[in-house]
Nanobody, 119 residues
Framework: QVQLVESGGGLVQAGGSLRLSCAAS????????MGWFRQAPGKEREFVAG?????YYADSVKGRFSISRDNAKNTVYLQMSSLKPEDTAVYYCAAGRIFTSTRNEYRYWGQGTQVTVSS
């Protein structure tokens, strides 16, 4: 069992930055691939970024977002820059055994943190 708790969301103006954190507890953090997903109102939850042996990004955030993990602190981060109104969503971190962008492959999920980007 892995418990995930996100933090760092908030309201920011377009062009601004935010850093999300996801603290994990339970099983060995380093054994898991970690991902960030987001869900905007009326839309499906979509992949944003993943960190396993390497990192991978959705095209919509490539060059603006950066995922990193600190295995010593059992924490994964999502640094978001040059934010756009269309980045507004609830952001979720997730843990799974496979490094993938496929939502259903992630077994453990946090409760989400709201990110709102104003124009």
């Amino acid at each position: 069992q892995v418990q995930l708790v996100e933090s760092g969301g908030g309201l920011v103006q377009a062009g601004g930055s935010l850093r999300l954190s996801c603290a994990a507890s339970g099983r060995t953090f380093s054994d898991y691939a970690m991902g960030w997903f987001r869900q905007a109102p009326g839309k499906e939850r979509e992949f944003v970024a993943g960190a396993g042996g390497t990192t991978y990004y959705a095209d919509s955030v490539k060059g603006r977002f950066s995922i990193s993990r600190d295995n010593a602190k059992n924490t994964v981060y999502l640094q978001m820059s040059s934010l756009k109104p269309e980045d507004t969503a609830v952001y979720y971190c997730a843990a799974g055994r496979i490094f993938t962008s496929t939502r259903n492959e992630y077994r453990y999920w946090g409760q989400g943190t709201q990110v709102t980007v104003s124009s």
